[in-house]
């Protein structure tokens, strides 16, 4: 048996291939495309789409990153560079603030927790989860839009987040017990807001 989040709204799933061609040739720009997923699915959820392309709000994301010293793009010595965990929760404000989305506000950072993963998911938010040491992403960053559950007869269960991870062109799932050092802010929307 399998429990999925409902209800299913219009997802976004920009890569960061999309993006590294432009004039900076990006490095290690997880950040700015999981934040350039969040923006078009945002603007969509409050009946205002963006209509620029993506790679002109991926550039702007950048800019906002860099001048709040959220994102270097940089890869020293295949460590160094990207976006900072402690500062995506103030980089992600800047940003919707930047393209006058205000029907949301921007909570955390919270240890990725399943359970508390879970409940501000049905609360309608979309997770920035940042994950440390991963097997499959190693650091990385992008969106968890939703969850699954799936139980198996003898009564147990595993969970399945939906993320936008910034490789794939569509949503790809990650067992919640691979998320180990992972941290998240999650991005709820407003109470008087009707989704």
């Not at 409902?6 to 993006?19: A, I, M, S």
């Not at 004039?23 to 997923?37: F, L």
Request: proline content about 6%.
């Amino acid at each position: 048996m399998t429990k999925t989040t409902g209800p299913v709204r219009k997802e976004y799933y920009f890569r960061t291939g999309q993006f590294i061609r432009q004039g900076n040739k990006y490095h290690r720009h997880c950040g700015p495309t999981a934040v350039t997923n969040l923006l078009f699915t945002l603007s969509g959820r409050e009946g205002r789409p963006l209509e620029v392309p993506p790679e002109r709000v991926f550039g702007k994301v950048a800019r906002i990153g860099k001048k709040r010293a959220a994102y270097i793009n940089a890869n020293v010595l295949g460590r160094f560079g990207g976006t900072s965990d402690f500062l995506a929760p103030s980089y992600i404000r800047a940003s919707l603030r930047s393209y006058g989305i205000r029907g949301y506000k921007v909570f955390g950072l919270y240890p990725a927790v399943p359970g508390l993963m879970k409940r501000h998911l049905d609360r309608g938010a979309v997770l920035y989860l940042e994950v440390h040491l991963h097997p499959k992403y190693g650091n990385h960053h992008m969106l968890c839009y939703g969850y699954r559950v799936e139980r198996d007869p003898a009564g147990g269960e595993k969970t399945y987040f939906r993320l936008a991870d910034g490789w794939g062109s569509g949503p790809t799932e990650v067992e919640a017990g691979t998320l180990g050092l992972a941290m998240y802010s999650a991005v709820i929307p407003n109470k008087k807001q009707n989704n």
